[in-house]
């Protein structure tokens, strides 16, 4: 008898072994612990789990903000926000994606994705802290995954774009209200307001598409710059009056595209917890239909989002926008590219020549 209880004992212990786990490996009938991890996915454990089709990566640095504070704290809310979409189903199966109500079919079904965690930021030195931010997302690139960067203020972007060196022309996608094509403030040539003049000196970036622009500047010499580089701009209005096609139409077709969301390009009503707000910004269904068609027109190959403040985000709602925005971008990106076990990455190394484009 005593044989046959031990027996029936470890049975169980077996079955429930081999019972479906949570995101964290435990058992569905235990304690229910999650990763804090964007969107509840595995967190990033070296060569363990392979390569996976997105690698997220968090920038907490609000070193090259010139108004408001606060973005540092940007990818942990983002991160608390985007729980609301969890990537694992409550059995622990993993990469079944979404379904979208609205489209009336799955999302992001199959695509693998991991959590990088944060870059560690250095108090005081904004090239220590950019240089990390570069080598980062280098070493996604390396791991042959899309690599998605959380900020932050705007000023990560350049050092995010500075790590596709090598990988053959790139052309830079931003969503914002503001240019951020300053030269330099106050002495500093790193900040928010100076990423895409940055970005424009780099010798693979070929050409810049700004889209749903729309603040008020003090100076002229910023635009002047931007029209000398032959920078495309369509401002919200343009957005508003022709819809995703005025997107388009400023993107080189076929090429490889970084794609900068800085969520001030939404209105302030939308998304308020932003260090710069603007008023009579875009609609969320604006900004994300136009990602969509960006997204059939060009191949994007890096992606970050950025300007996120929660000291200003009543409600969270930035936050919760932000969190979906990455996912519908996601969606945009890998509708019919092929997945992690495919013949091909987010991008492959080219070393192809710089070329110009012709911004007409």
Known sequence: MRSTKEQSRRVAQRRVSAAASGPNGASPEGPRVRHHTFYGVPPYDGAARGRTDVAFLGVPFDLGTTLRPGTRF???????????????????????????????????????????????????????????????VRSILAAGSLPVVIGGDHAITYP????????????????????D???????VRLGHGNA???ASELPFVTGISQIGLRGLQKYTEPLEASRRYGVRVVTASDLRRRGPRAATACVPAGGACYLTLDIDVLDIATAPGTGTPEPGGLAYAEVRDAIRAVARRCRIVGVDLVEVSPPYDWAEVTARAAARLVLDALSAIFDGRP?????RGPDSPAHAPRRRENHG
Do not use: C, K
């Open 74 to 136: 940007g990818p942990e809310a983002v991160r608390a926000a985007s729980a609301w979409w969890q990537y694992a189903r409550d059995d622990g199966a993993a990469a079944e994606g979404w379904y979208d109500l609205d489209r009336q079919r799955w999302i992001l079904r199959g695509v693998t994705m991991a959590d990088w965690g944060d870059v560690r930021i250095t108090p005081a030195d904004i090239g220590v802290n950019l240089d990390r931010i570069t080598e980062g």
């Open 160 to 179: 995010a774009i500075r790590a596709f060196g090598g990988r053959g022309p790139l052309h830079v996608v931003q969503f914002d209200s503001h240019q």
């Open 181 to 187: 094509f300053v030269d330099e403030r106050h002495g």
């Open 196 to 198: 895409m003049r940055r």
């Open 339 to 343: 997945r992690a076990g495919g013949a």
